[in-house]
Nanobody, 122 residues
């Protein structure tokens, strides 16, 4: 069992930056792939980025590649999402997720946080 708690969301102007954190508790954090998804009002939850257990393998959605960076600190059981050059279309609730396998699909992930709101004003 893994418990996930996101933090770091907020209101930012377009072009600004935010860093999201996801603190994990429970066993074997280092064996899990970690991912960020987001969901805007009226839209389906979509993949943002994932990172393998060692931190050496990462994937990004095309919409965020080059602007967002996912990283993890296995000593502290934390995963981060650094978001730069934010756009109004990045506005969504951002969710942290964990699973044994590194995929792009929300339905594959077994563990989820409650989410943190990111709002980007134009």
């Amino acid at each position: 069992q893994v418990q996930l708690v996101e933090s770091g969301g907020g209101l930012v102007q377009a072009g600004g930056s935010l860093r999201l954190s996801c603190a994990a508790s429970g066993r074997a954090f280092t064996t899990y792939t970690m991912a960020w998804f987001r969901q805007a009002p009226g839209k389906e939850r979509e993949f943002v980025a994932n990172i393998g257990w060692s931190g050496g393998n990462t994937d990004y959605a095309d919409s965020v590649r080059g602007r967002f960076t996912i990283s993890r600190d296995n000593a502290k059981n934390v995963v981060f999402l650094q978001m730069n050059s934010l756009k109004p279309e990045d506005t969504a609730v951002y969710y942290c997720a964990a699973d044994k396998y590194r995929t792009y699909y929300a339905h594959d992930y077994d563990y989820w946080g409650r989410g943190t709101q990111v709002t980007v004003s134009s």
